[in-house]
């Protein structure tokens, strides 16, 4: 694992943007794996002000998000798909066909395996963006997932659910699953970045990079993966052995 450490979060998310920058103008047409969550929100901000001063092209790019939840539809302003429109898709001139993001609502296991089979159709994902929960999760893989596991509906675990409830007015309307990618198919992703700042996420880190690699940590399956770079403030690397 490559670990980048950051004095500061504008710094973080520079670096991060430039590498997807970087890889967006060497080649063209990478597919990109995207994340939700407020991690790389500044990081998008950076690739739509880059987008406008120099028109970074991101016509052939495909992207693949990690995650979506059950029951919310793309209008929903909670949706992943719809953060993703807000954030990204709809300032850059990435035409909707080639932006995927696992979908929430109508048959589930069927959903899933097209968007394996997507995946496969366009490649393969290049470059994989992830977070990482408080709990070591991965996507929406709480701990307990299989390593194996390829796209699957996936129950949320209380803490996940409880994390999330500050999006939604009502406790009812928050999701208790979701779609997401799994371990599996994030694992075959060429290349991972993973970003994470603030105390909070310290443990799950050390835990990730130091820790056993067990499916009670997900994050820690990384540790067998040839090219990650964890992208951390001080902070969230602070109890790295
Ligand atoms: N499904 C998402 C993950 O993909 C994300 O990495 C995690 C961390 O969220 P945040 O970046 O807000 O800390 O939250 C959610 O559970």
């Given at each position: 694992?490559l670990?980048?450490i950051?004095p500061?979060n504008?710094?973080?998310?520079?670096?991060?943007?430039?590498?997807?920058?970087?890889?967006?103008?060497?080649?063209?047409?990478?597919?990109?794996?995207l994340?939700?969550?407020?991690?790389?929100?500044?990081?998008?901000?950076?690739?739509?002000?880059?987008y406008?001063?120099?028109?970074?092209?991101?016509?052939?790019?495909?992207?693949?998000?990690l995650?979506?939840?059950v029951?919310?539809?793309?209008?929903?302003?909670q949706?992943?798909r719809?953060?993703?429109?807000?954030?990204?898709?709809?300032h850059?001139?990435?035409?909707?066909?080639?932006?995927h993001?696992?979908?929430?609502t109508g048959?589930?296991?069927?959903?899933?395996?097209?968007?394996?089979?997507?995946?496969?159709?366009?490649?393969g994902?290049?470059?994989?963006?992830?977070?990482?929960?408080?709990?070591?999760h991965?996507?929406f893989?709480?701990?307990?997932?299989?390593?194996?596991?390829?796209?699957?509906?996936?129950?949320?675990?209380?803490?996940t659910?409880?994390?999330?409830?500050?999006?939604?007015?009502?406790?009812?309307?928050?999701?208790?699953k979701?779609?997401?990618?799994?371990?599996k198919?994030?694992m075959?992703a060429?290349?991972?970045?993973l970003?994470?700042?603030?105390?909070?996420?310290?443990?799950?880190?050390?835990?990730?990079?130091?820790?056993?690699v067990?499916?009670?940590l997900?994050?820690?399956?990384?540790?067998?993966?040839?090219?990650?770079?964890?992208?951390?403030?001080?902070?969230?690397?602070?109890?790295?052995?």
């Open positions: 694992m670990i980048n950051f500061d504008d710094e973080l998310h520079r670096a991060v943007s430039k590498e997807i920058i970087q890889l967006v103008k060497t080649k063209p047409d990478s597919v990109l794996g994340s939700t969550g407020s991690s790389p929100v500044d990081t998008y901000a950076l690739l739509v002000d880059d406008k001063k120099n028109k970074t092209d991101y016509s052939s790019i495909v992207t693949f998000n995650d979506e939840y029951g919310l539809d793309a209008h929903h302003d949706s992943y719809h953060f993703m429109n807000f954030h990204l898709f709809n850059l001139n990435i035409p909707a066909d080639q932006t993001v696992p979908l929430g048959d589930l296991d069927n959903n899933c395996q097209e968007y394996e089979a997507l995946i496969q159709e366009a490649g994902i290049d470059l994989q963006l992830l977070g990482i929960g408080t709990n070591g991965i996507g893989n709480e701990p307990g997932t299989s390593f194996e596991s390829r796209t699957h509906v996936a129950p949320l675990l209380k803490d659910i409880e994390a999330n409830s500050r999006f939604f007015e009502t406790s009812e309307e928050v999701p208790t979701a779609v997401t990618m799994g371990i198919t994030i075959e060429r290349k991972i970045i970003l994470a700042y603030g105390s909070h996420k310290a443990a799950a880190v050390r835990d990730m990079v130091n820790g056993e067990s499916e009670d997900p994050a820690s399956i990384l540790q067998k993966h040839e090219h990650v770079a964890l992208f951390l403030d001080e902070e969230a690397a602070s109890l790295l052995q």
